[in-house]
């Protein structure tokens, strides 16, 4: 099976950078299409037991696909219910943005 750990930094970092590419106004079909997008990842994901937790999280918190910065904060609360299940630090979601996208401001 795949590294666990190796696995999950390679997803986020795909999964934040998809967000971070996200339009600022997506169209209704981009909408759907991201939530089918993330119903199949939940599925096929190569961990069993984060795909099933990562599949009832989801339908407790559904996916917020309506605008880049709605869907960047959903994917940062969604990688820290991640976080907080495995005992780490959780992520200051006003700074999504920062580490993914524009940059650190130093
Ligand atoms: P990662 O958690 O991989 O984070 C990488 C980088 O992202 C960090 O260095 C930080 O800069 C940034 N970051 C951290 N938190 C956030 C945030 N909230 N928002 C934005 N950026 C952030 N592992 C398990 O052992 N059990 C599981 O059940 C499990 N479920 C997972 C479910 C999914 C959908 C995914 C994608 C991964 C899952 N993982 C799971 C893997 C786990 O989340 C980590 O990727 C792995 O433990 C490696 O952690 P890391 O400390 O290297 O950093």
């Known amino acids: 099976p795949p590294d666990v750990a190796q696995l999950g930094r390679s997803s986020w970092t795909l999964l934040h950078s998809i967000t971070a590419t996200y339009p600022e106004n997506p169209a209704p079909a981009l909408q759907n299409e991201t939530s089918a997008f993330l119903r199949t990842f939940g599925k096929l994901y190569p961990c069993w037991v984060c795909a099933e937790d990562f599949?009832?999280?989801?339908?407790?918190n559904t996916p917020r696909v309506s605008s880049r910065s709605e869907f960047g904060q959903w994917m940062c609360e969604a990688h820290n219910a991640v976080n907080v299940?495995?005992?780490?630090?959780e992520f200051d979601c006003g700074k999504w943005e920062e580490r993914w996208r524009t940059g650190w401001k130093d």
């Not at 599949?55 to 407790?60: A, G, L």
């Open 85 to 89: 299940k495995l005992g780490k630090k």
């Open 55 to 60: 599949q009832e999280w989801m339908k407790v």
